[in-house]
């Protein structure tokens, strides 16, 4: 089982809709979640970080966080086509050394 | 404030050969994380430096290693350079640590050929 999981995608949602984009990780420690945004040819970029159970919302975007079910997920309002890109989920895994580990993306395309 | 940056943007190697990779923090930031991203292999997580020192490492062979200066620049080198080392070097800063907020760079293009 890979530590930090995502659907690849793509995922289409049309402009407007709300996409929800999910990600499970393996390690029952882990403290910090986070979810970066990646156009093509370009580098991450933070959007989010969440530490506790429950939802946090920054503008459009709200992430939600759930430990006793080790999943995360990223929801972002009224989708813009600016909004189709990679999006990436990264745990800090907390075993051993704290590392962090990111997944492997979920590709969004948002359909004007 | 002025975002991370790295240096150079694209490299050309030969097999064999060696590199160095140049990456600023943002200003106040003493953590400098490098990753690896690959089409195959996603974002993997090379090693991290605090205060000069090295305080996580990745799967990573030994040809990879890196250091940071006292003004929190860091430097990674690969050595003897193998075709799959082709990749996106990303250099990430965090004010606190790698457990936290990340802001990554524009990375540096390698290319083995």
């Known amino acids: 089982q890979k530590e930090v999981e995502q659907n690849s995608g793509p995922l289409s949602v049309p402009e407007g809709a709300i996409a929800s984009l999910n990600c499970t990780y393996s390690?029952?420690?882990?403290?910090?979640f986070f979810w970066y945004r990646q156009y093509s040819g370009k580098s991450p970029e933070l959007i989010m970080s969440?530490?506790?159970?429950g939802d946090k919302e920054d503008g459009r975007f709200t992430a939600q966080l759930n430990k006793a079910s080790q999943y995360v997920s990223l929801l972002i309002r009224d989708s813009q086509p600016s909004d189709s890109a990679t999006y990436l989920c990264?745990?800090?895994?907390?075993?051993?050394?704290?590392?962090?580990?990111f997944g492997t993306g979920t590709r969004l395309k948002v359909l004007a | 404030k002025a975002g991370v940056t790295q240096t150079p943007r694209y490299l050309i190697k030969t097999r064999g050969q060696q590199v160095t990779l140049s990456c600023s923090p943002i200003?106040?930031?003493?953590?400098v994380s490098w990753y690896q991203q690959t089409p195959g292999q996603g974002l993997q997580f090379l090693f991290e430096?605090?205060?000069?020192?090295?305080?996580n490492k990745g799967n990573f062979p030994g040809r990879f290693s890196g250091r940071q200066f006292s003004n929190s620049r860091s430097e990674m080198n690969v050595s003897t350079l193998e075709l799959g080392d082709s990749a996106l070097y990303l250099c990430?800063?965090?004010?606190?640590?790698?457990?936290?907020?990340?802001?990554f760079g524009p990375g540096t293009r390698l290319t083995v050929t």
């Open positions: 969440i530490y506790s159970n």
């Open positions: 990264a745990v800090n895994i907390a075993s051993g050394t704290y590392k962090y580990i």
């Open positions: 200003s106040g930031h003493r953590s």
């Open positions: 990430a800063s965090s004010l606190r640590g790698s457990g936290y907020e990340q802001y």
């Open positions: 430096y605090f205060s000069e020192t090295q305080r």
């Open positions: 390690d029952r420690v882990s403290q910090s």
